[in-house]
């Protein structure tokens, strides 16, 4: 909460206790008088005996309502916890991260949460992706881990990973999921940062909000768990905790470096790369990660994977194959419907099959979903696209 808005709702709190104090007064001028008592439990009640009472019942619970209305409004109201200085590290660690590195965006891709995408796409094969990453590794040099780490870790496979490109999953271990959530959490932040982290931050990525003092002990036992599944992967310099990626292999660098490899080259290599760094997600990045950092992480990761997808497409229509190029824009679409290059791929490709109808449909279901959505049509690109592509210019 801001430094303004926490005053103005400091004095909003202040004017409603002054009415309802103002309010309480009233009242207590106007309480009524206690209703005459019979002078025997024998006697017959009388009409002013009752409609005394009936008065004082009401009055008393008019007094509770305003006392209650008091407390609940004025008080929750009033008394709110400032972050702490965690917390806003935490929001400035993530604020550094917001900026799309996505090229030729879209600026309609920002307002996709309000209708949030949700595609679970099923993995391809799984035998293609396991296949490249073997020659991947082959090609690289042997890395020769510690003596140390040897002994701890639990290994089931030559090498220890951490993929995030999907539910998280641990590989060359043998328990494929941490037993806590909160060891899921610390290793997938520190997986994201990639630098080396302070305790009290990972205190507030993991328990925001909670007192340190009593989060301290769960922390603990998530980062014993984490070190026993990682052994020397996972390293400690005093109050800061690091991943070692010598000793780790992560998706997340998997996909930057396939990435990186693609923007170099063209061609088919460069689909090739495309289409190895598209199968590296195996459905929602972070799946099941439910700490408050992890949404803009995964909007980041789900529109990444919507640009992969769409320049795959792209290649894929321009070497002849526009059957897989439509899947690739669908694919797309499905994950950011405000983004209209994968409904411009997608009518190419429809077009290239000869499915004209196909493309009417396309462009009228874009169309009514952006007039409803935000009140704007396609944008002029579309609209030249849509009549080339019809043959009226």
């Given at each position: 909460?801001?430094?303004?808005?926490?005053?103005?709702?400091?004095?909003?709190?202040?004017?409603?206790?002054?009415?309802?104090?103002?309010?309480?007064?009233?009242?207590?001028?106007?309480?009524?008088?206690?209703?005459?008592?019979?002078?025997?439990?024998?006697?017959?009640?009388?009409?002013?005996?009752?409609?005394?009472?009936?008065?004082?019942?009401?009055?008393?619970?008019?007094?509770?309502?305003?006392?209650?209305?008091?407390?609940?409004?004025?008080?929750?109201?009033?008394?709110?916890?400032?972050?702490?200085?965690?917390?806003?590290?935490?929001?400035?660690?993530?604020?550094?991260?917001?900026?799309?590195?996505?090229?030729?965006?879209?600026?309609?891709?920002?307002?996709?949460?309000?209708?949030?995408?949700?595609?679970?796409?099923?993995?391809?094969?799984?035998?293609?992706?396991?296949?490249?990453?073997?020659?991947?590794?082959?090609?690289?040099?042997?890395?020769?881990?510690?003596?140390?780490?040897?002994?701890?870790?639990?290994?089931?496979?030559?090498?220890?990973?951490?993929?995030?490109?999907?539910?998280?999953?641990?590989?060359?271990?043998?328990?494929?999921?941490?037993?806590?959530?909160?060891?899921?959490?610390?290793?997938?932040?520190?997986?994201?940062?990639?630098?080396?982290?302070?305790?009290?931050?990972?205190?507030?990525?993991?328990?925001?909000?909670?007192?340190?003092?009593?989060?301290?002990?769960?922390?603990?036992?998530?980062?014993?768990?984490?070190?026993?599944?990682?052994?020397?992967?996972?390293?400690?310099?005093?109050?800061?905790?690091?991943?070692?990626?010598?000793?780790?292999?992560?998706?997340?660098?998997?996909?930057?470096?396939?990435?990186?490899?693609?923007?170099?080259?063209?061609?088919?290599?460069?689909?090739?790369?495309?289409?190895?760094?598209?199968?590296?997600?195996?459905?929602?990045?972070?799946?099941?990660?439910?700490?408050?950092?992890?949404?803009?992480?995964?909007?980041?990761?789900?529109?990444?994977?919507?640009?992969?997808?769409?320049?795959a497409g792209r290649l894929r229509l321009e070497v002849g194959d526009p059957g897989r190029a439509l899947d690739l824009a669908e694919?797309?679409?499905?994950?950011?419907?405000?983004?209209?290059?994968?409904?411009?791929?997608?009518?190419?490709?429809?077009?290239?099959?000869?499915?004209?109808?196909?493309?009417?449909?396309?462009?009228?279901?874009?169309?009514?979903?952006?007039?409803?959505?935000?009140?704007?049509?396609?944008?002029?690109?579309?609209?030249?696209?849509?009549?080339?592509?019809?043959?009226?210019?």
């Amino acid at each position: 909460m801001t430094t303004r808005a926490s005053i103005a709702c400091r004095v909003a709190a202040l004017l409603s206790a002054t009415a309802l104090v103002a309010l309480l007064a009233l009242v207590w001028g106007l309480r009524p008088p206690l209703p005459p008592l019979p002078r025997s439990f024998s006697a017959p009640l009388t009409t002013n005996t009752i409609s005394g009472t009936l008065d004082l019942v009401a009055w008393v619970v008019f007094v509770l309502l305003d006392l209650v209305l008091f407390v609940k409004v004025v008080v929750k109201l009033a008394i709110r916890r400032t972050p702490r200085r965690g917390e806003f590290r935490l929001r400035r660690a993530f604020a550094a991260n917001k900026k799309s590195t996505i090229e030729d965006g879209d600026w309609r891709r920002y307002s996709a949460p309000l209708a949030p995408p949700v595609l679970r796409v099923p993995p391809r094969h799984d035998a293609e992706p396991l296949s490249q990453q073997s020659q991947a590794e082959r090609d690289a040099p042997a890395q020769v881990a510690p003596a140390q780490a040897t002994a701890r870790i639990e290994r089931t496979e030559a090498e220890v990973g951490l993929k995030l490109l999907g539910p998280l999953e641990l590989t060359g271990c043998k328990k494929k999921h941490p037993r806590r959530q909160a060891t899921a959490e610390l290793l997938a932040y520190l997986a994201i940062q990639r630098r080396p982290v302070s305790r009290d931050e990972l205190l507030e990525a993991l328990w925001p909000g909670d007192d340190p003092r009593r989060s301290a002990a769960r922390f603990y036992q998530a980062a014993s768990e984490a070190r026993k599944l990682l052994g020397d992967a996972l390293q400690r310099d005093r109050d800061t905790y690091v991943l070692d990626r010598e000793q780790l292999r992560i998706d997340l660098d998997e996909l930057d470096r396939l990435r990186m490899e693609a923007e170099a080259t063209t061609g088919d290599e460069q689909l090739a790369l495309l289409e190895q760094a598209v199968a590296l997600f195996r459905s929602e990045p972070l799946a099941r990660v439910d700490a408050l950092w992890a949404g803009t992480e995964q909007r980041r990761l789900t529109a990444l994977r919507a640009n992969l997808l769409e320049r795959a497409g792209r290649l894929r229509l321009e070497v002849g194959d526009p059957g897989r190029a439509l899947d690739l824009a669908e694919a797309a679409a499905a994950l950011d419907p405000s983004n209209e290059r994968p409904v411009q791929l997608a009518m190419e490709a429809d077009a290239a099959l000869g499915h004209r109808e196909a493309v009417v449909e396309r462009y009228e279901r874009l169309r009514r979903d952006l007039d409803e959505r935000f009140g704007l049509e396609p944008q002029s690109e579309t609209r030249s696209l849509y009549r080339v592509l019809l043959g009226q210019s």
